[in-house]
Nanobody
């Protein structure tokens, strides 16, 4: 399974971006799709996750109310809509897939290349 992430960029504080992650195929081992992020000097953290077919979702407290995760099952694609962006959202965002939603990196088997999100103040 290959994951292709896109949509990062530079945006001013208060702005919006939408990240997308396309999976080459769906299997039982990719039932959950997640977005992690890693800021310079910090650990990689789970931002949001979703299961296919409008299943469960998860949001980190720091992004609740600002980020929305959704899935397009027909296109094997997951989107992360980010609004009201803050400088502290600046990080490399990684798409990941695994059999179930989990908060640790080890819960996910497949990883895409990161996409950089920079929020200027």
């Amino acid at each position: 399974v290959q994951l292709q992430a896109s949509g990062g960029g530079l945006v001013q504080a208060g702005g919006s971006l939408r990240l997308s992650c396309a999976a080459s195929r769906r299997t039982a081992s990719t039932y959950a799709m997640a977005w992690f992020r890693q800021a310079p000097g910090k650990e990689r953290e789970l931002v949001s996750a979703i299961t296919w077919s409008r299943g469960s979702t998860y949001y980190a407290d720091s992004v609740k109310g600002r980020f929305t995760i959704s899935s397009d099952d027909a296109k094997n694609t997951v989107h992360l809509q980010m609004i009201s962006l803050k400088p502290e959202d600046t990080a490399v965002y990684y798409c990941a897939a695994g059999p179930a939603i989990g908060s640790s990196r080890s819960s996910y088997t497949y990883w895409g290349r990161g996409t950089l999100v920079t929020v200027s103040s």
